[in-house]
């Protein structure tokens, strides 16, 4: 009886043993389903939590957050929560018993639960994973990276560790989301190697990843817009897998891709033409302020009249409920689009004035500049704007902060500077960039100008400051050792202080650097010597050396960009025309994936310069390729939809005149005239000059016509037509001729050979034009491409052409009204006996 007894009793064990050994704490916690629940677990047994429990339960706590909306998101009440305190106790007391992925787990879910970065909890957490970073896994390491920089450390020394780690162990990183992760944390530190090296491994893993997920492609083009990089060849590739996800994106991850799309200049019709049907798609779907907010500025600048009229009366009903930062968001896209809405804007500035506290400087400046922009007419907002900008700007010390507040502020009607905001900029300046000094020279112009105690006082302080920026522009310049660097700081600058002022030295400093000159930076280097209308040949000549050396590096799309200079300055170097025929044969392969946009600017650069590839036209002028670029130009910026149009009447213009084999009809009669009506035309001193004077050299007035528009809608300046004999003929038969509404003379759409019939046999029509400054490069008399195009397609609608330079008609040799007669004289009989 006892030995059967023993026997059940020893059976029984293992059935008892299971229910004292569970773990009732983590099964409390894994039942429950709410914050309140977690922490209510936390409350009750605060003395069995071990490290498990605690990790469990942030992580859940996180995890319950993250699954909710933003504005449904309750962390202020959890961080209140006591047992919340109980729980960061607890985690600080066990950092030692965590191991790895559970430390940086911890860190992460804190950090996420908005706990202080200051916090003796978090600052513990970085501490010992910092002595444990050699060992991290790299999951928990790009974790690491993520909460560093929530902490603002991606410059720190632990972050530069993590960025040595990357270096050492890349090839081994096969997780796109691993990778693109520690890309975008370590970006600030990256040198030219490792960010080749992590482009190359990000290409070659976007390959293998799972296409639906576009997160990590996103952090890509995130990375790239970070180190200011944009790199087509990834960016395409990044593209394509974010396109084929746009049917599922919402707003706001659309907004943060067209953002950062537009921070790298990458511009793609056919993201743009899915991101506006996407938007369209989601309009009835976004009804409440933060939703419509992202909705509101990612489709408002692509949509058509209708569709913004519908947002404008939306976002109306909702103003009142918009943050701060939604009132600003919704201010901004007004801006961009030019709305003149008055109601809601009126709304808006009511929500933003009583947000007024909480804006930063930067996000004063900006509500500042849009207002201002928007024509907004409120002088008490005003002054109260200006007020909190003056305060700002005496107490900012980041040189770039400082250049953006005296930006704004030279953008009031207020003229006066006093002392003390002088004081802050100068006390910045020897910190600023070669951008920032030109920004702040650009605001001193403008109080200069509004200032009468300027004129009085030749030592004041804006002829101090001026100095200043001069000298630490210069000095900037001189000590420069990177063209990279340069190139970048140079990327927006223009105007008459930089021209005037450090012009020279940066020419200088550039030829010194000429040996830095590679494919990856020659178009940037391109596009700012077209910017700045300087002809500089050696650069030229040293542009065209490596992109013929090396055209198989460059991108397609870069092309245009490169070939800018070359056409727009006419420049004909010993190498120009093998840079045009390598440029094309690079480019023709690769017609169709350009940009529509894209294609037409650079076929218009090529036909400046005389230059008309036969597929390229072709291309151009197909039914397909033009329905194509209508649909993209209604997403376009306006700038950047006028200039398009235009860009593509004059390629139309130019095969016409040029190429009549291609047989390209000439389809913009229509879109001249309209702009014929918008334009208002209003003669110069100097050309009214001329005028007087060539009715004198002619005969009278009834001999020279004035601002004629030609066949093909050119416009020249003075028109005459001269017989066989020299002998100027009047313009007494107004039957050949047409009258436009604005008392303009021009002709119908004869043909050339039409044109030649109406005139006596050996009589000739003569153009006469004025060239000022803007059509010749700026250090020399070298005209610009456009000038010759004007004046080939001019002869060849039968027209001798007399072009007067402005420096020849200014003249110490011309500065009587004789010698002015007798040069009018000269050269129009020259031009007709050569």
């Not at 996103?218 to 394509?240: D, G, M, T």
């Not at 007035?701 to 093909?712: G, I, K």
Request: glycine share 2%; net charge neutral.
């Amino acid at each position: 009886m006892f030995r059967l007894r023993y026997l059940n009793s020893f059976l029984r064990r293992p059935f008892h043993r299971g229910p004292v050994n569970r773990d009732q704490v983590l099964e409390r916690l894994r039942d429950c389903s709410a914050e309140d629940q977690v922490l209510d677990v936390v409350g009750k047994n605060k003395a069995k939590l071990t490290v498990n429990h605690i990790s469990r339960a942030v992580g859940m706590l996180w995890q319950f957050q993250r699954e909710k909306p933003q504005m449904l998101r309750t962390v202020e009440l959890i961080k209140s929560h006591p047992q919340f305190l109980t729980l960061r106790v607890l985690a600080e007391n066990k950092i030692a018993l965590m191991d790895d992925s559970m430390l940086v787990d911890m860190l992460y879910s804190f950090l996420r639960l908005n706990v202080d970065p200051f916090d003796s909890l978090v600052q513990q957490l970085v501490s010992e994973a910092w002595q444990r970073i050699d060992r991290l896994p790299m999951t928990a390491l790009s974790k690491l990276s993520i909460c560093l920089s929530d902490q603002h450390l991606q410059q720190s020394p632990l972050m530069g560790e993590i960025t040595n780690i990357v270096d050492q162990r890349l090839s081994s990183i096969d997780d796109a989301r691993i990778l693109t992760t520690l890309m975008i944390s370590t970006s600030t530190l990256v040198s030219p190697r490792l960010r080749d090296a992590l482009i190359s491994r990000a290409d070659h893993l976007l390959d293998t990843m799972d296409p639906s997920n576009y997160n990590s492609p996103r952090r890509v083009v995130q990375f790239l817009r970070n180190i200011k990089y944009s790199y087509r060849p990834l960016l395409e590739k990044c593209n394509k897998i974010i396109l084929s996800n746009i049917p599922r994106m919402d707003a706001e991850n659309i907004s943060i891709i067209m953002g950062l799309y537009q921070s790298l200049q990458f511009n793609n019709c056919d993201f743009r033409l899915a991101v506006k049907q996407r938007l369209i798609e989601l309009i009835d779907s976004s009804t409440d302020p933060l939703s419509f907010t992202k909705l509101f500025v990612a489709l408002a600048p692509l949509a058509s009249h209708e569709i913004r009229e519908g947002l404008e009366s939306t976002a109306l009903l909702l103003a009142d409920e918009f943050n701060a930062y939604q009132a600003l968001a919704v201010a901004e896209a007004l801006e961009e689009i030019e709305s003149r809405n008055l109601s809601l804007l009126n709304k808006i500035a009511v929500v933003i004035r009583r947000n007024l506290h909480v804006y930063k400087p930067v996000e004063v400046a900006r509500i500042t500049q849009t207002l201002l922009l928007l024509q907004y007419q409120n002088p008490e907002l005003f002054t109260i704007l200006r007020n909190i900008l003056v305060n700002f700007l005496q107490h900012s010390v980041f040189p770039h902060e400082v250049t953006m507040l005296t930006r704004v502020l030279s953008m009031l009607p207020y003229p006066r500077l006093d002392e003390g905001m002088i004081s802050r900029v100068e006390a910045v300046v020897a910190q600023c960039n070669l951008s920032d000094l030109n920004t702040i020279s650009f605001a001193i112009a403008k109080w200069v100008r509004n200032d009468p105690s300027y004129h009085h006082n030749t030592s004041s302080k804006y002829v101090r400051l001026l100095q200043d920026l001069k000298r630490c522009g210069r000095e900037r310049l001189q000590t420069a050792d990177r063209l990279d660097l340069v190139l970048e700081e140079l990327r927006y600058i223009s105007g008459e202080w930089f021209e005037e002022m450090l012009l020279e030295d940066t020419m200088a400093t550039l030829k010194r650097m000429m040996d830095q000159i590679n494919w990856n930076n020659v178009p940037e280097l391109a596009l700012f010597l077209t910017r700045i209308n300087h002809l500089c040949p050696p650069l030229m000549d040293r542009i065209a050396s490596v992109v013929i050396e090396n055209i198989d590096k460059i991108h397609h799309s870069a092309t245009y960009a490169t070939l800018l200079p070359f056409s727009v300055l006419n420049y004909d170097g010993a190498q120009a025309d093998e840079l045009y025929d390598v440029c094309i044969q690079h480019f023709t392969p690769n017609i169709s994936c350009f940009d529509p946009h894209l294609l037409v600017l650079l076929a218009y650069t090529l036909a400046v310069a005389d230059c008309f590839p036969e597929e390229l036209i072709r291309e151009i002028f197909s039914i397909d390729f033009l329905g194509k670029l209508d649909a993209q130009l209604e997403t376009l910026p306006d700038g950047l939809n006028m200039r398009t149009r235009l860009r593509l009447m004059e390629l139309n213009r130019a095969t016409c005149l040029e190429c009549p084999e291609f047989q390209v009809p000439w389809f913009h009669e229509r879109y001249c005239h309209q702009l014929q009506k918008k334009g208002s035309s209003s003669s110069s001193p100097v050309q009214q000059q001329i005028h007087k004077m060539l009715a004198e050299v002619l005969g009278g007035m009834n001999c020279v016509r004035a601002a004629v528009v030609t066949p093909y809608f050119y416009t020249v300046d003075f028109e005459c037509i001269l017989d066989k004999h020299l002998q100027p003929l009047p313009y007494s038969e107004p039957s050949t001729l047409q009258i436009s509404d604005q008392g303009k003379v021009h002709w119908g759409t004869a043909s050339v050979e039409n044109i030649r019939d109406e005139l006596p046999p050996g009589a000739q029509r003569v153009a006469v034009d004025f060239l000022d400054s803007k059509l010749f490069c700026k250090n020399s008399h070298h005209k610009k491409g456009e000038v010759l195009m004007k004046k080939r397609h001019l002869e060849i609608l039968g027209y001798r052409v007399v072009q007067i330079p402005h420096f020849e008609w200014n003249s110490m040799e011309l500065s009587t009204p004789d010698a002015w007669k007798e040069y009018l004289r000269k050269n129009i009989l020259r031009e007709l006996s050569s």
